[in-house]
Antibody
Framework: QLHLQESGPGLVKPSETLSLTCTVS??????????WGWVRQPPGKGLEWIGS???????YFNPSLKSRVTISVDTSNNQLLLHLRSVTAADTAVYYC??????????????????WGQGSLVAVSS | QSVLTQPPSASGTPGQKVTVFCSGS????????VNWYQQFPGTAPRLLIY???QRPSGVPDRFSGSKSGTSASLAISGLQSEDEADYYC????????????FGGGTKLTVL
């Protein structure tokens, strides 16, 4: 069974960089066909996609966050990394690691997030 | 403001059928499949429906999804108290080089 586990500091100061690691177990982050990414949820609010990456390097980012986000893959440790620069209080959220899977059937190409980590709460405060 | 529009709340009594709607545009729901996620307080979202109307293994057949044009819906029949949760729709959006968009979420209350 695939398992995603987020880890990182629970508190980051304003203007600094938020860094999180997602460790994948029960499967390889280099498996063909899967994108790996991040979704966040501010306290009491809805879900917001941050970005996704294929192990070979292809990336997609939320247009509103693109200028501040770096996502990378460490295949040797089976980990996904997130760096969000110049954070403010608005970046306070639970950050989830997700796997995106896809299927092409009956002329329909479908994509969805099938696995989620338990989430890591990051607060931005001085 | 979320790109996909959902009602903030919905409610029903045990045994009833409740439908949650999700409205989008031609660049997201109109062009791509829709997924639904269920989230209980303090836990991660769980995939409920993928590819408009497909249920992952383990999801009761009381849950069903559909899509028409630029809108989608999630129906829950035979409502149970344990269905009380937040529900989110999501779809890929082809604009701006492509990105994922979510609905703002619907809090379902079982009366």
């Amino acid at each position: 069974q695939l398992h995603l586990q987020e880890s990182g500091p629970g508190l980051v100061k304003p203007s600094e960089t938020l860094s999180l690691t997602c460790t994948v177990s029960g499967g390889s982050i280099s498996s063909s066909g899967y994108f790996w990414g991040w979704v966040r949820q501010p306290p009491g609010k809805g879900l917001e996609w941050i970005g996704s990456m294929y192990f070979s390097g292809r990336t997609y980012f939320n247009p509103s966050l693109k200028s501040r986000v770096t996502i990378s893959v460490d295949t040797s440790n089976n980990q996904l990394l997130l760096h969000l620069r110049s954070v403010t209080a608005a970046d306070t959220a639970v950050y989830y690691c997700v796997r995106r899977t896809s299927r092409y059937s009956s002329n329909i190409y479908a994509v969805w997030f099938d696995y989620w980590g338990q989430g890591s709460l990051v607060a931005v405060s001085s | 403001q979320s790109v996909l529009t959902q009602p903030p709340s919905a409610s029903g009594t045990p045994g009833q059928k409740v439908t949650v709607f999700c409205s989008g545009s031609s660049s997201n729901i109109g062009s791509n499949t829709v997924n639904w996620y269920q989230q209980f307080p303090g836990t991660a979202p769980r995939l409920l429906i993928y590819s408009n109307d497909q249920r992952p293994s383990g999801v009761p057949d009381r849950f069903s999804g559909s899509k028409s044009g630029t809108s989608a819906s999630l129906a829950i029949s035979g409502l149970q108290s344990e269905d009380e949760a937040d529900y989110y729709c999501a779809a890929w959006d082809d604009s701006l080089n492509g990105h994922w968009v979510f609905g703002g979420g619907t809090k379902l209350t079982v009366l």
